[in-house]
Every structure is written in structure tokens, then in C-alpha cells.
């Protein structure tokens, strides 16, 4: 249900709205309309752009705490209208799109650092915090979350809790999942709940890991205690250039079956290597550039460099150093600026998904093969960037430079690309999505990646959320 | 339409977040219409004939302090600030600007300054007559803000001029430079208002024009060449390079001060856009006892309370106080005993807003004060 745009009764949801938060904290400006109309999903850009009418919250509310939110909760239970959260809006798969319209819950104002325990390593803060302010705010007392994404700047706590996100350092830190420590968050029907203090425990099934990933469909995340870490003595970087993708991937492997510790480590597929590398570090390499990190104590950090320089070193290569290695360190985040971003009218997707070693490989083949036989049209790169003791992470994105004028035919041909790449990874034993999300983008494809083990999360989200208010008809469950 | 001219810049910010946790009022505000991407978004939409200048969306382009702090961020070269003002130029064309917008356009061109304070009462807590002179080597323009709101750091600057024995003069029939009617959109007004003080800067025939106004600085020095408005080879210097200079002559000598602990607010036009951040800190430098504490947001990332050409907070001052304690915050965890600025309209900001135990000066007061 929607409360009809002309109907009286907007003012009485208005008014209940203004009576929780303030009148200042509620718009229903046509500006903020627009601006919520769109997040970082290609599919709503290329709707903006062909001046197509886009669904539009119908408020949208800015509360300051748990407890605002909670009533917010509560009066969208009451009209059964759709809320759906919104933190820096800035997520690429639609998943805080307000695509019902109905009330759209902006967190940015919950944005207090509550308590930085600094006995524990803990920092508790509310969950619309703007994440490069909450590393800044750490930053001053000599810790970090070490939770670095290109979207530091753009995104929310709160965002990157609900579609399980990652950073540049994970391969040493972890994504955000494996930072929590506990949660509060508001329910459909406007319970305050926090989760178990430790995420350690013996005593039934880990409730923060039921929301991290959730999207707002099972509730509002508001508060979360994250572990945290003393910035390090030294961060060091080496770049090596392998002559294919398939020597890149095995040293990778290596550095991390060896255990060795790295911060990070990011293969560049030969493709990627010869147009972005040297587009924005001005490397001219043919081949896979790889560059790797370690962080912490001096000694420590020499010691695991030079075990992972001399596993390097037993491949073919060419050993760039540790400058060039610094250099794509210090312009990380630049990557993601226009003027070195994939843009319309172009036609993009990042196609991240995960795997063991023993399938990594062929997932991004088999997403290549259908890109070049298929899809003629389009263009395939990619790049391994969070490594695990199992396995790792392929950011692999398919680029359309002139897709088709009509915005229907366009998004026809982009859900193509998307589902037949995907279910050649899975088939490989990929998986849809590794720190982006679902959203609106890949709910279709849950089904076929779950099997039967979907239904018990529709089940769950039957039962926490009976009226289907939160966040409908995302992750693949029911719409309206 | 103006904001054709600015088609890249609105295309690439449309759908481009990389500046939000820079953005001023996007921070403070926290509404996704505040930043440039948000403006982007609106502009595109105008652009394309997609949406007209409604009074929402009207607002919207109203809610910037044009701090610059996106532009400074930005790797691509993306300048919202310029679209933004287009855009309010194409507003104003189509006659729809607020009502707000539009009593501040009529007070500056009624009373010659934003607050519609009687022009005869601009130099009244000054002194008399003694200030004006028919030619003089140096024009002092105080600016609105100074004159109606801080008269405190015109007063310090002419002990400091008097310190320096400096041939200098106020303009009698002084007025805003213009900058606030160009700023909200009324670029006509405002080379109306240009000319005329420009003429009033000629007719004393000065070698070099001081201001304590880092919107009147920029005035002088970005718009008025871009009109083509004429200032007679005149140098233009804000207080800061003034006052760094006789420093650095011997021309002032501050003396000795009680050991303190200072930090200085970087600002939009004389920081960012015209790199003025050596000066101020060599002139604190000169007092023996003043340690200088910067700010974790220095320099060309200064945080901002909205000052460029003193509009802002008038049109937003729920807004713009909160801006002001950011900035309060920020500075008390230096440590500083004072927050010194150089600018009229950031002191009354802070001003108005200080809960915190730092004394606020602007840098010509702390110098006067050790003359």
C-alpha cells in the first residue's frame, strides 16, 4: 500500500512524522525527491538521463536516535507504507532505492561516536556516521577501524553493515561482518534490540551476522561497536608486473596459503593492467600488475616483505618496487573520480563475486567467455582485491561504450549481460556478490544461488517483518 | 540558460559522491539535495527540460555557502560552485529567487549593505571626519560586515596604519564591492554596484587598496577584473599580506605577549581560493609567547562557517550557527586559548555560537593589541 500522492492523508503522515523528529527533519521537497530518487545503480542513472520519470520517496525523514526511529517504525507499520533506509545512498545495486516510494529513513543525523574503549579496542558509534569521519574522529586518538573503501567518503557505517562491504585492507582486517562486535537495531514493528555484547560465544546463532546483509529488509541497524586497531608503525607496498593473470593468481595464492599476513594484495587481469593502470598510475606494463602491503611493527613488516618479495620472485616478474607500489596506495581512492570512472553514456557493471582458489580462475573465465561471445558489444576486465585463506574476491566489471539510445532496450541488454555472466560464475562456483550487495540489481538470480535454503530467509523475513514495510522488494524477496 | 556553460561539471557531479564528507552544509544538513551531487542532479534535470526552477527546487540552490570545499576535493576538476552560481543567475532571470533572496538584493541596493542599515551610520562607530582624505597612497575599504557588525577590526586597523604612518584614506561614500548581489544571482546589480565603487577607489588615485574583508578582497581581485571593471593599476592586498608586510619592514612592531596558545581559521576566499596561508601564520609567528596550534582541517581543508560574501548566514542561520560550532569543536581540540580569523563574517559566527573557552579574534585585533 501507498498513501495516494494527492490524498489528505500525507498530512496526517507528515504531521506524525514532524511530531518525532521536527518539522526540519522531514522534506518533502521536490529537491531532496530527485536526489533520493537515485543512488549509484546504473539502471537509475540511465533512467535520470534519458529523462525518465524515476520513483521518488514520497518524505523523507531524518531522525537523531534509536528511539525517533523507532516511532518512525511504528508509524509505517501503522499506515503499512514502505520504509526504506538510506545512508549515504552512494551502494551500486538499488538497494536503498525507494522504489514503492513511501518514507525514506536518512540515518546521516545518527551520527555520534559514543564510546572508543581503548582497553578493548572497541569503538561504538551510531550507524549514519559518514565512515571517513568516523577512521578521521579514530584516526586523532591513534587507532583505526581499517575498514578502507573507495566509498569511505560517500557511504555510512550503517551502509557498509547492511550489505556486508569491505575495504582496500581486508585481506589482513577483514570485512566489515568480521569487525562487529554487537548491534542495536529498530524492528518493523519499532522494537529496540541490541545482539549478544562479544561476537564469540557459545549461546545460539549469531544474531549481528542475521542483520549484516539484510539491506534494511529486516530492520534498521543504529548502533554498532566495532573492533579497532593502533594505526601502524609502517605500512610498506611492492609492485610486481607478471607476464599473464594465471602466474599472478598463483603468487597471490602462494602469499596467502603460506599464511603470511599481507594488508592487501590486488592482481590487475592483463586487460585492466594495460587500460587503468596506466591511465591512472602512469605504469606502462604489459602483463598483471600485482601490488601487495604489509602493515605493523617494523620488524615484523620487514620480515613478512621479505618472504613475500622472495615468493614473488620465484615466478617470472618484473619487480617494480616498492614505489610503484606506494604510488597505487596514495591514489586508491582516485580511481573513482569522473574523470577515471566508467560514465554514461556508457554502460557498466562490476561484477564482484567470490571463490576458493581452486575455482577463482575459472569464474573469471567463464564471465569472460560469455562477455566476448555473447555480448560483442561489450568489453571485459577485472581485478582480484580481497584475499582470503581460501580463496578470493574478483572485481570483474563489463564496459558498453555505446549502448543503446532507448532506455528500455538498455536496460534489457545490461540484465542480460548481468544474468548470464552470473550464472556462468555460479556455475563455476561463484557467488552473485561479494561486498556490494543485492539490492534491487540481483534479487532475481537469489533463488538459483540459495536453492532451497532461500525459503529460510523468506521465512525469516516473514516473520520479522509481516507487513512487508522494510525495504520491499529487495534481496529477491517480495515486492509489493 | 547560464548553466549550459557549465555542462561537464553537472554531468560528471550528477552521479558522483566523492565529496560529501567535505561538503559543509552537506554534512551539517544532511540532506542528499545539499550536495554537489544532489545539485547535479537538479541541474541536469533543469538543463535537460526535464524540471523547471520550482520554489524547492529554487531553495536548493540557495542552500550552498559556496565554500569551495568540493572543487578543492575533487580530482576531476569539477567546479559546483560556478554551476550553482549560474544557475542563481538563470533564477533571478526568470524572476524567481526567494523572497529573502530578493530583500537582501534590495537592501544592498537601497542602503548599499546586506542588513538595510542606514548608509549614514557605515563609519559611525569610527570616529569623524578625520578618516577621509581626498587622495591618499593607501585605500582602507572596511566592508559591510566589518562596519556594521565588527567596527572593532576597523578600529584595529587604523592603529595599525597610524602605527605605520601610512598616507591612507577611507572611502566616504563607501558601499558593498557587489560580491553578495553576484553571489545570490544578480550579476547586472552587481557591475552596477562595482563600477560605482570602483570609480570611488579611482577618484583617490591610491598605489595599493587593503581590505579586511576576504569577500571584498576577492571582489577586487577575481570579479572585478573578470567585468573588465577598471581599478587604475591599484594593488590589491587583504590585512594579512598588509599587515605580514610592515612586519616584515619594521614598519610594526608587536611587541611581546603573555604566553598563549593561537589557532588561525583558513577561509574560503583568502585561503582557498587565493592560497593566502603563509601570512597569517608569520604574522603570529612575529609574537614572542604565541604558540600556533593548527587545526586537523588547515589550509586548503578549512572548515567553513559559510562566509563568502556574508550571505549565507542571513538567508540559513539555524544552518550556519551549526557550521559555526563545528568549527568551534574543531578548534577547541587544539588546545588554543584563541581562534583568530581574518574574516568579519566568520567572527560573528563563532561569535554568536561560542560555547567553548576560546577567546575569538580577528587577526588585526590580536596585532593592534600588541602595538
Same mark, same amino acid.
Given at each position: 500500500m501507498r498513501v495516494p500522492t494527492d490524498s489528505y492523508l500525507n498530512e496526517f503522515l507528515y504531521t506524525e512524522l514532524a511530531d518525532v523528529v521536527g518539522p526540519e527533519n522531514v522534506s518533502t521537497s521536490q529537491a531532496d525527491k530527485i536526489a533520493y530518487s537515485c543512488d549509484y545503480y546504473w539502471i537509475p542513472e540511465l533512467w535520470i538521463d534519458r529523462g525518465r520519470p524515476s520513483p521518488? /520517496?514520497?518524505?523523507?525523514?531524518? /531522525?537523531?536516535?534509536?528511539?525517533?526511529?523507532?516511532?518512525?517504525?511504528?508509524i509505517a507499520a501503522n499506515y503499512k507504507i514502505p520504509l526504506t533506509t538510506w545512508g549515504g545512498g552512494s551502494g551500486s545495486q538499488g538497494g536503498a532505492l525507494p522504489i514503492h516510494g513511501g518514507i525514506v529513513l536518512d540515518t546521516k543525523k545518527l551520527n555520534r561516536i559514543l564510546e572508543i574503549d581503548k582497553t578493548s579496542l572497541t569503538v561504538t558509534a551510531e550507524t549514519g556516521i559518514i565512515m571517513q569521519h568516523l577512521e578521521w574522529e579514530l584516526e586523532r586518538e591513534g587507532f583505526g577501524t581499517m575498514h578502507e573503501p573507495a566509498s569511505i567518503g560517500c557511504a555510512t557505517l550503517g551502509g557498509f553493515l547492511a550489505h556486508r562491504g569491505t575495504g582496500v585492507l581486508s585481506t589482513k582486517y577483514g570485512k566489515i561482518e568480521d569487525m562487529v562486535m554487537a548491534l542495536e537495531a529498530v524492528l518493523a514493528d519499532g522494537t529496540i534490540i541490541n545482539t549478544l555484547p562479544v561476537p564469540r560465544h557459545a549461546s545460539g546463532p549469531d544474531l549481528s551476522q542475521l542483520f549484516l546483509g539484510s539491506e534494511g529488509t529486516f530492520g534498521v541497524m543504529t548502533k554498532a561497536t566495532l573492533k579497532i586497531h593502533p594505526l601502524p608503525e609502517v605500512r610498506r607496498f611492492h609492485a610486481f608486473v607478471f607476464p599473464d593473470l594465471h602466474t599472478g593468481l598463483e603468487a597471490g595464492r602462494q602469499l596467502m596459503v603460506r599464511r603470511l599476513r599481507p594488508s592487501v594484495i590486488r592482481l590487475y587481469d592483463e586487460a585492466e593492467t594495460r587500460r587503468l593502470i596506466r591511465r591512472v598510475l602512469?605504469?606502462?606494463?604489459?602483463g598483471a600488475y600485482l601490488v601487495f602491503g604489509f602493515d605493523g611493527d617494523r620488524d615484523l613488516v620487514d620480515l613478512e616483505l621479505s618472504k613475500a618479495l622472495a615468493i614473488c620472485r620465484s615466478f617470472p616478474h618484473e619487480d617494480l618496487g616498492p614505489d610503484l607500489g606506494q604510488? +597505487? +596506495?596514495?591514489?586508491?581512492?582516485?580511481?573513482?573520480?569522473?574523470?577515471?570512472m566508467f560514465h554514461l553514456p556508457q554502460a557498466f557493471g562490476t561484477l564482484d563475486t567470490v571463490a576458493t582458489f581452486a575455482n577463482i580462475e575459472n569464474v573469471y573465465r567463464a564471465m569472460k567467455q560469455v562477455v566476448e561471445e555473447q555480448f560483442p558489444m561489450a568489453r571485459y576486465i577485472g581485478h582480484f582485491s580481497h584475499w582470503y585463506e581460501w580463496g578470493c574476491m574478483l572485481y570483474a566489471r563489463f564496459i558498453i561504450d555505446d549502448p543503446p539510445q532507448d532506455a528500455h532496450e538498455a536496460a534489457q541488454l545490461y540484465n542480460r549481460v548481468w544474468d548470464a555472466c552470473l550464472r556462468a560464475a555460479m556455475q563455476q562456483g561463484g557467488l552473485l556478490n561479494e561486498h556490494h550487495g543485492i539490492g534491487l540489481k540481483l534479487g532475481r538470480l537469489m533463488r538459483e544461488l540459495y536453492g532451497p535454503a532461500y525459503t529460510v530467509l523468506e521465512n525469516i523475513k516473514r516473520a520479522i517483518d509481516p507487513n512487508n514495510i522494510m525495504n520491499p522488494g529487495k534481496m529477491g524477496f517480495q515486492s509489493r | 540558460m547560464l548553466i549550459s556553460e557549465h555542462t561537464s561539471t553537472i554531468e560528471a557531479c550528477r552521479f558522483c559522491f566523492m565529496c560529501r564528507h567535505v561538503c559543509t552544509v552537506g554534512v551539517i544538513g544532511g540532506r542528499e539535495s545539499d550536495i554537489p551531487r544532489g545539485k547535479g542532479l537538479i541541474l541536469f534535470k533543469v538543463l535537460k527540460g526535464h524540471a523547471d526552477y520550482s520554489p524547492d527546487l529554487v531553495d536548493a540552490l540557495y542552500r550552498c555557502c559556496l565554500c569551495g570545499l568540493c572543487e578543492t576535493w575533487c580530482k576531476a576538476d569539477c567546479r559546483p560552485p560556478d554551476a550553482i552560481l549560474a544557475a542563481r543567475a538563470d533564477i533571478v532571470a526568470q524572476g524567481k529567487e526567494p523572497v529573502a533572496v530578493r530583500r537582501i538584493k534590495d537592501h544592498l541596493l537601497q542602503t548599499g549593505n546586506p542588513f538595510g542599515l542606514p548608509a549614514e551610520e557605515r563609519f559611525q562607530a569610527l570616529g569623524g571626519p578625520d578618516l577621509f582624505r581626498g587622495q591618499a597612497e593607501v585605500v582602507y575599504y572596511v566592508g559591510c560586515d566589518?562596519?556594521?557588525?565588527?567596527?572593532q577590526i576597523a578600529t584595529a586597523m587604523l592603529k595599525i596604519l597610524g602605527a605605520a604612518n601610512a598616507d591612507f584614506t577611507l572611502l566616504p561614500n563607501e558601499r558593498s564591492t557587489g560580491k553578495p548581489l553576484s553571489l545570490l544571482g544578480y550579476r547586472d546589480e552587481a557591475r552596477t554596484m562595482a563600477e560605482q565603487l570602483a570609480a570611488e577607489i579611482r577618484g583617490v588615485r591610491p598605489k595599493l587598496l587593503v581590505t579586511t574583508c576576504p569577500s571584498a578582497f576577492d571582489a577586487f581581485k577575481t570579479d572585478y577584473p573578470a567585468m573588465g571593471i577598471d581599478?587604475?593599476?591599484?594593488?590589491?592586498?587583504?590585512?594579512?599580506?598588509y599587515v605580514d608586510r610592515l612586519i616584515e619592514q619594521g614598519a610594526v612592531v608587536p611587541r611581546k605577549q603573555p604566553a598563549a596558545i593561537a589557532t588561525f581559521l583558513d577561509g574560503t576566499y583568502l585561503g582557498r581560493t587565493h592560497a593566502v596561508y603563509d601570512e597569517p601564520r608569520r604574522i603570529l609567528g612575529a609574537f614572542a609567547g604565541l604558540t600556533l596550534g593548527e587545526m586537523v582541517w588547515a589550509r586548503e581543508l578549512a572548515y567553513s562557517c559559510g562566509e563568502p560574501g556574508g550571505v549565507f548566514h542571513l538567508l540559513h542561520p539555524e544552518l550556519s550557527g551549526r557550521m559555526a560550532a563545528r568549527v568551534l569543536e574543531e578548534a577547541a581540540k587544539t588546545g588554543a586559548d584563541v581562534l583568530i580569523t581574518a574574516c568579519p563574517t566568520t567572527l560573528e559566527l563563532l561569535q554568536k555560537g561560542n560555547h567553548t573557552k576560546l577567546k575569538l579574534r580577528d587577526l588585526v585585533e590580536v596585532v593592534a593589541a600588541a602595538l
Open positions: 521518488e /520517496p514520497d518524505v523523507v525523514v531524518h /531522525p537523531r536516535t534509536a528511539e525517533e526511529v523507532s516511532q518512525i517504525c511504528r602512469g605504469i606502462d606494463k604489459e604510488d +597505487w +596506495w596514495d591514489h586508491r581512492y582516485d580511481f573513482f573520480f569522473p574523470n577515471h | 566589518t562596519a556594521y557588525r565588527q567596527p581599478l587604475a593599476g591599484v594593488e590589491v592586498l587583504h590585512a594579512a599580506q
